[in-house]
T-cell receptor, first 112, second 115 residues
Framework: QKEVEQDPGPLSVPEGAIVSLNCTYS??????FMWYRQYSRKGPELLMY????GNKEDGRFTAQVDKSSKYISLFIRDSQPSDSATYLC????????????FGQGTRLTINP | DTGVSQDPRHKITKRGQNVTFRCDPI?????LYWYRQTLGQGPEFLTY????????KSRLLSDRFSAERPKGSFSTLEIQRTEQGDSAMYLC?????????????FGSGTQLSVL
């Protein structure tokens, strides 16, 4: 079993829809949670960075962390065709190993 | 451009050849990471440097892989005697740790194809 599980999709929604992307994890020692967006043939770009349980909002993006359920989500409101990309969740321990552990990524397409 | 720069963007090589990739991090960042990403998967950690010291290496990093970061500036990743299984995107990232918070910024990667 992978430490971080993420549905690879693909996910296709109409423009303007609310998108929900999710990851589950098995290691309760993960304390930092991130969402990255990756366009084709590009490196991942940091979208959201959270530490505590609860919601964090940044424009059209909301990151949600539920540590008790080991579950994180990213919501995209008013989705745009330019949001079409692969979305990667990533997480890191609070101490010890500094590496990020990534999910598989969800490929998202927003249809005009 | 003040982002992370990687060179080359693409590399095609024959099995058994050696290849070297270069990464130039964001100038004030003291940590530098190498990740590998295969098609349809998330990036996997390979190794990281704090300034010039290599502090952690993944079990994925076989004896054929070596990374350096002389003087804590740019970094190189060398793969000796390449195998077809080495074909992947090699990503470099840099970060600056502030108050326990660390945000990684990735370059566009080097796409390696081993024929």
């Amino acid at each position: 079993q992978k430490e971080v599980e993420q549905d690879p999709g693909p996910l296709s929604v109409p423009e303007g829809a609310i998108v929900s992307l999710n990851c589950t994890y098995s290691n309760s020692a993960f304390q930092y949670f991130m969402w990255y967006r990756q366009y084709s043939r590009k490196g991942p770009e940091l979208l959201m960075y959270t530490y505590s349980s609860g919601n964090k909002e940044d424009g059209r993006f909301t990151a949600q962390v539920d540590k008790s359920s080991k579950y994180i989500s990213l919501f995209i409101r008013d989705s745009q065709p330019s949001d079409s990309a692969t979305y990667l969740c990533a997480m890191r321990l609070i101490q010890g190993a500094q590496k990020l552990v990534f999910g598989q990524g969800t490929r998202l397409t927003i249809n005009p | 451009d003040t982002g992370v720069s990687q060179d080359p963007r693409h590399k095609i090589t024959k099995r058994g050849q050696n290849v070297t990739f270069r990464c130039d991090p964001i100038s004030e960042h003291n940590r530098l990471y190498w990740y590998r990403q295969t098609l349809g998967q998330g990036p996997e950690f390979l190794t990281y440097f704090q300034n010039e010291a290599q502090l952690e290496k993944s079990r994925l990093l076989s004896d054929r892989f070596s990374a350096e970061r002389p003087k804590g500036s740019f970094s190189t990743l060398e793969i000796q005697r390449t195998e077809q299984g080495d074909s992947a995107m090699y990503l470099c990232a840099s970060s600056l740790v502030v108050g326990g918070n660390e945000k990684l910024f990735f370059g566009s990667g080097t796409q390696l194809s081993v024929l």
